[in-house]
């Protein structure tokens, strides 16, 4: 159910020519890095997420939640689309104890598109969520997941760690993301 939600809703997206990719648990899918993702992450423009909210409201039912105080992420949407829990990210921002981290998500921010029956599915970066997750509690998993497969095969995105490193980040994260980075050539 989840990948034909996933295959339906981006065909509808892609008619609008708006710039938005996938994140989280089905990157790490599209990267065999995970079985199975639970739901959909979308990341989208901050000047495109009214579109595509719009477009959403459409195909299935906005949810409604209380703010988490982990998150300062300007635009933050839930909705159910046959079964399947999709969140909607536009200037997701996370707070840290040093501060906020501002994910700078543009079209260099898409690092490649798979194709599923037919339709283009534009995916973020493995390096932008090793990142990511480093900020959110209780995904060291997926952390050590990113990790291992970048050790292993090597950084495609180096830019995207270094962008990363530009922001506001928690000298711990800082730390690890930099001997990552030193310990890949490529």
Known sequence: ???????????????????WAL????VLYFHGLVDSPKDIDLLVSLEDVEQLDGLLCELGEKKYREKVELYSTERFIEYSINSVDLDLMAGLTIAHSEGLFQYPFDTASITEFRTVNGVKLPLTSLEDWYVLYQLIPNREHKVVLIEDHLIKNGI???DLLKR???RELPA???ERT?????????
């Open 1 to 19: 159910m989840l990948f034909d939600t996933l295959i339906y809703i981006s065909d509808k997206i892609n008619e609008k020519n708006l710039t």
């Open 23 to 26: 994140g989280a648990s089905l």
């Open 156 to 158: 495609k995105h180096r």
């Open 164 to 166: 990363a490193l530009e």
């Open 172 to 174: 711990h994260i800082r």
């Open 178 to 186: 930099e001997r990552l980075l030193k310990l890949t050539k490529y």
